[in-house]
Structure formats: structure tokens, C-alpha cells
């Protein structure tokens, strides 16, 4: 990510840049107005050099190059996890790509995004994406002020040794998908994932975490059989 004058240039992983302006984000806390001159002064508060970000195509340009917004709660900058790159070809499109997983061994839910463009995002829980707080339902206005205010922070939260296997474990089983020319949807990687834990359940060192070679190779195959029998 580049930081320009009103905009950013965003890394997509396409032969050109795309743009973020600054009239495209949500303002934190909500905040629905024009963009000022203190905006354009502040504007390394919201992303900055080497930020992480997901955004979504609003328009392409003439010349090919993609504009982005984040105007959603689902959108911002990404921390709290893991990023891997793969190949595009090996990212099922589909009608949503931002995943939530329920993982095994007390891990807890993870975030999976599965960009089209190859880049893969894999993050603890964010509390709260769903409109609920501890089991309880909160105000459009009251969410909308808070996400927004937590979509610009850079400190990682707490993330437990359990919880970052599984998330080590996912992203082991994204490439170990697409190594084997599998694309990636919801439906094979939890299949995937599932299989990948009885992997490591069946041998004493959990030797299959990295799943190269033959334990990778099982586990697709198990997968696979799975996703048809459904």
C-alpha cells in the first residue's frame, strides 16, 4: 500500500494498482459527512504503508485499473491473523468469500477470506461482526460507531497457543488445496480441514501440520470423497 494525496494504491495482485480514496471509507465512529482538510492530514490514521486491508471493487477505470471502497463493517484493516498467498486459479468464485469456521481442539472460530486474487486471509473471530456481543443483540448506530472505530487499529489482540494451530492449520490447508489443484470453496475446506485434524489425531508427533507430501495428499483425497458423498 502507497499513501497519495485524497487516495492509496493498493497491492491486488493484478498488473496494475488499484485505488482506495479517501471519500470511499467509512470515518470512525460512523460519521457520515464530506471529507476535510484535517482527513487529508490524518489520513495515514485510517491505512497506512504495509497495512493489510479488505476492500471491494466498486468501478474499474478506462485503463483497467480497479477502485476500491470499504464502506462496510465487513471491510477495513486486517489483523489478528495470517496472511498466504496462492495461486488465483486455485480460489473457487462464489457468492460470498469471507468465511467463518468453527475450528477443533478449542481453537474457536476463525475469519477465512478467500480473495479472488490469490491473497487468503485467516484471522481469529472478530467479536461482533455478526451485530451481537456476548449472546446479545446491539444497535445498528451503537455497532456501526464501535466497528468502525476498531476497523483502523493495528494492535492484534490476544490470540490463545490453540487458536493460532488452527489458524496455522487452515492456511496448511489452503495451499495443500491448491498444490493439488483443488479449488478452494467453503464446502472442500472444511471437508479439508476436518480431514487434516483426524490426520493428526491418527499419528503421534502431529506430524501432518505442515501438510506436504503424502499426509497432504490423503487429506485432499478424503475431502474429496467427502464433498461427493454430500
Known amino acids: 500500500m502507497e499513501v497519495q494525496s485524497k487516495r492509496w494504491k493498493v497491492d491486488i495482485n493484478s498488473t496494475q494498482t488499484a485505488h482506495l480514496l479517501l471519500s470511499s471509507i467509512n470515518l470512525p465512529g460512523g460519521i457520515l459527512r464530506k ?3 484535517t482527513d487529508e492530514l490524518q489520513i495515514r490514521t485510517f491505512f497506512s504503508e504495509g497495512d493489510l486491508l479488505v476492500a471491494e471493487v466498486q468501478s474499474l477505470f478506462q485503463d483497467g485499473a480497479a477502485s476500491l471502497h470499504t464502506r462496510s463493517l465487513k471491510y477495513g ?9 496462492v495461486d488465483p486459479k486455485g480460489i473457487q468464485r462464489s457468492k460470498s468469500h469471507i468465511l467463518t469456521l468453527t475450528m477443533a481442539n478449542g481453537g474457536g472460530e476463525v475469519d477465512v477470506i478467500l480473495g479472488i486474487n490469490g491473497y487468503v486471509w485467516i484471522s481469529k473471530r472478530v467479536t461482533g461482526a455478526d451485530g451481537k456481543r456476548d449472546g446479545k443483540e446491539v444497535s445498528i448506530t451503537r455497532l456501526e460507531e464501535e466497528a468502525s472505530e476498531a476497523i483502523y487499529s493495528s494492535v492484534n489482540e490476544f490470540i490463545s497457543p490453540a487458536t493460532r494451530r488452527e489458524i496455522a492449520r487452515v492456511g496448511n490447508c489452503v495451499t495443500a488445496l491448491v498444490r493439488h489443484n483443488v479449488r478452494v470453496d467453503e464446502e472442500i475446506l472444511n471437508a479439508v480441514y476436518e480431514a487434516a485434524v483426524e490426520e493428526s489425531v491418527q499419528m503421534e508427533e502431529g506430524g501432518d501440520e505442515s501438510l506436504e507430501g503424502e499426509g497432504g495428499k490423503r487429506c485432499v483425497e478424503k475431502a474429496l470423497v467427502t464433498c461427493m458423498r454430500a
Open 77 to 85: 484493516k486486517l489483523r489478528n491473523g495470517y496472511f498466504i498467498k
Open 35 to 37: 471529507r476535510t482538510s
